[in-house]
């Protein structure tokens, strides 16, 4: 009996099964499935502590084993643009880590920052503006991600003085880039169960660009009939972001109020140097300090290598989600979250004296 099932069970186990389709969703920070092989990830340390706090990040990743490999350029907020390896690198890659950029104030500088999100188009910033257990602050309960467009609005650059004395800058609202932001945030709710979207406007004023945002806005509303819609007024919104913050879920920003309104919301949930955050494409993705992103710290936090190493750490494991590494991205959130809440080692800025360093000795020795 035994012999003569022995080559049924072998051609049970050996039938192809044909493949099972299952339905794919696209639009989050981590739109695409991975396989777990070791992937290259561009690396921009940038200026000021943007070498201290990436630094960082390489020695955890190699601390705990994690399967990516960085490809390091010198890229300088001084420079006229971004040199042309750079941005292939990216593209090869699709994936990048980055240390601020400093942008010159006037002059006719152009930000490498806004340069990098428009050549690889971008649109998408999101920062996560999250209470830290063991991190006191004025308001608890908040959770709040800010998405952001990002390659158009004031942020256009399209400024040009009309006669002496007199600078015309244009703001640029389009319905596609509208749409494309509104259902990135409404599709981010879907699939990270959140409850409610609220869109941030100027639309009392602004009639036609802010109310070609909003009009969008409630177009990509209507097909989430799960998802609780609101609208806010930007002076408002403000005002409701320092007395009750708790209040908000996701928040969908035209350019200039998405950058006011993250960095409000950083400093309400702890400060910019905790806040993780990233900029999306359809193809690319860069990440980053969330809030503050072109702030490359005082001279004296480079001097004396203090600064904090918290957020890009954070958004080092968004960028590690977003390969399908999520195991990795536990690891390295919970060991941040131990430190932090252990409270022995912590930066200036969070109420400590340690070093960058001694913050980075802490997260790896609490990795497991």
């Known amino acids: 009996m035994a ?13 192809q099964h044909p493949p099972v389709s299952t339905p794919s969703r696209s639009v989050t920070y981590m739109p695409r499935p991975g396989d777990g092989a070791p992937r290259t990830v561009t690396l921009i340390p940038g200026d000021g502590i943007g070498p201290l706090v990436t630094g960082a990040v390489e020695q955890v990743m190699e601390a705990m084993h994690a399967p ?64 830290l257990p063991g991190l006191p602050t004025r308001h608890e309960n908040v959770d709040i991600v800010v998405i952001r467009e990002n390659t158009e609005g004031e942020y256009a650059g399209l400024e040009h003085e009309v006669v002496p004395g007199v600078v015309e800058s244009l703001k640029v609202i389009t319905k596609f880039c509208s749409e494309r932001i509104a259902k990135y945030a409404f599709e981010y709710a879907y699939l990270n169960n959140r409850k409610t979207v609220t869109a941030v406007h100027k639309a009392n004023i ?32 403000c005002m409701q972001l320092v007395s009750k913050p708790e209040q908000f ?3 969908v920003t035209p350019n200039l109020y998405g950058n006011l309104v993250a960095n409000t919301a950083a400093g309400i949930a702890g400060g910019t140097g905790v806040m993780p955050g990233g900029n999306v494409g359809a193809d690319h993705a860069v990440f980053e300090q969330g809030a503050s992103a072109g702030n490359v710290g005082k001279q004296k ?26 195991s990795f991205a536990d690891r390295l959130e919970n060991s941040v979250k131990r430190v932090i809440l252990e409270g022995k080692y912590r930066t ?16 790896i020795a609490k990795l497991e």
């Open 68 to 131: 990516i490999y960085f490809e390091k350029f010198e890229v300088h907020g001084d420079m006229k643009a971004i040199p042309p390896e750079v941005v292939d690198s990216i593209r090869k890659n699709k994936v990048c880590l980055k240390g601020g950029l400093n942008t010159p104030m006037g002059g006719g500088v152009s930000s490498l920052n806004v340069q990098l999100r428009k050549e690889l188009d971008l649109y998408a910033s999101l920062v996560n503006c999250f209470n």
């Open 249 to 251: 879920d996701v928040m």
């Open 206 to 237: 602004m009639k036609l660009a802010d109310g070609l945002f909003l009009e969008s806005c409630r177009e990509i509303a209507s097909k989430y009939p799960s998802i609780k819609y609101n609208e806010i007024i930007v002076d408002n919104c």
């Open 301 to 326: 936090f480079v001097e004396r290598k203090t600064a904090n190493p918290v957020a890009l750490l954070l958004s080092s494991a968004m960028m590690l989600r977003h390969l399908q590494f999520p």
């Open 348 to 363: 200036k800025d969070l109420g400590g004296n340690s070093t960058t360093q001694e913050v980075v000795d802490a997260v």
């Open 3 to 15: 012999k003569r099932t022995l080559p049924i069970l072998k051609q049970l186990l050996h039938r």
